[in-house]
């Protein structure tokens, strides 16, 4: 991509982020919520792109004088002084279009979304539920390292530990975009609890991140939706499990069905619920979005195939591989302890690449 071409993008960009601007203090815009939280989105979506225009313009006009110096001063000193400025600005402008072109393909639209994250025991029958306890701990740990906000809204015990289910509302900057890549099927091969012989078995769990769905992004009718109570389970004292102040809402057009537990307020656990509903509704037309980038990015990273085993856990060799991108790390224990930036980095650095192979065709 030529510096012409580079510019000219950038400029049609900065004119649009203008024109945003002006467009969110329109009293009429800010009548029409649904039009002003997407204008906002734009204008925080461009906000990277001016920065980086901004940054290239100035980098060019100090190659432009660097190089006027050279054209004309006769000072050895002041050459040289020149030519190094002129190679540091070359390389630092070497680096910026790069970031640049990246910045320019499109991005996953729901990547600065916050998220829904369900981990489920898969084959291996109490082994699996111990394993998604596992996954449940590794993701919490991270979570807590990233600094971000989590609550479990629903839940179901395995018999000997772990989880059967376990979903998690997640609140921060990007979420979206940083756990889409742990959809997939998780395996672990290991020595059970439950088995005396010490064989190796293998077991899976199945992960599922969704964008968290806006207000504004679904139309989702009461009418549509039958509401149930009842008697919340598992850990919150007396009141949580003898009061009906759990929720189970079912969406009669699609038969999908959440309930949420985790507070005492009836009315609480109804607006969770409510949410995670609207989510669900709303990936149902996200996943043909999922569908199709899937069928052209060949390591699918981000895609919705959620059947497909992405990782293995092996104990007895202390390894983590991830299948999409042929990554071996022999650091279990860590990545067990929610230790996974390593991992989420290289396949976020697979993802652009592709994106940009892509975006050059």
């Known amino acids: 991509m030529s510096d012409n071409s580079i510019l000219s993008k950038l400029e049609g960009l900065r004119r649009k982020f203008e024109e945003v601007g ?49 054209a004309v001063e006769k000072d050895e000193e002041m050459r040289d002084m020149a ?22 393909v499109p991005a996953d639209p729901q990547d600065g979304k916050n998220a829904v994250l369900e981990i ?8 699996a539920s111990i394993f998604a306890g596992d996954l449940y701990r590794m993701y919490t740990k991270y979570l807590d390292n990233k600094g971000w906000k989590y609550d479990v809204t629903h839940f179901s015990e395995g018999t000997v530990g772990g989880y059967k289910e376990v979903v998690l509302n997640v609140k921060g900057n990007g ?17 059970p609890q439950t088995e005396t012989q010490g064989r190796v078995h293998t077991s899976a769990a199945t992960v599922a991140v969704l964008p968290e769905a806006e207000e504004f992004d679904i139309d989702l009718r009461m009418e549509d939706v039958r509401k149930d109570t009842f008697c919340s389970s598992g850990p919150g004292g007396q009141s949580v499990n003898t009061t009906y102040s759990a929720i189970r ?25 409510f949410a995670e509903l609207r989510t669900r509704l709303y990936n149902l037309e996200y ?13 699918m990273v981000s895609t919705g195939d959620r059947s497909a085993k992405i990782r293995t856990y092996n104990y007895p060799q202390g390894r983590v591989t991830d ?39």
């Open 22 to 70: 002006q467009q969110i203090t329109d009293p009429a815009v800010i009548g029409d919520m649904k039009r002003y939280v997407s204008l906002n989105k734009e204008y925080r979506e461009l906000e990277p792109l001016v920065e980086a225009y901004d940054k290239y313009k100035n980098i060019l006009s100090n190659i432009t004088s660097a190089k006027s110096i050279l």
């Open 287 to 299: 996943q043909k979005y999922l569908d199709e980038i899937s069928s052209k990015r060949k390591t």
């Open 323 to 361: 299948h999409r991108i042929n990554l071996t790390l022999y650091n279990l224990s860590a990545v067990i302890d929610g230790d996974l930036e390593e991992i989420i980095e290289k396949l976020q650095l697979a993802e652009n690449s592709e994106r940009l192979k892509m975006s050059e065709l």
């Open 83 to 104: 030519k190094m400025e002129l190679d540091s600005l070359e390389s630092e402008l070497e680096t910026l279009e790069e970031e640049i072109k990246l910045l320019l």
């Open 175 to 191: 979420v979206y975009g940083i756990l889409k890549y742990e959809s997939g099927v998780h395996r672990v091969q290991r020595v």
């Open 249 to 273: 809402l079912t969406h009669i057009p699609s038969g999908i069905v959440v309930q949420c537990q985790d507070q005492k307020s009836q009315i609480k656990n109804f607006d969770k619920a």
């Open 120 to 127: 489920r025991a898969g084959t291996g029958g109490d082994e």
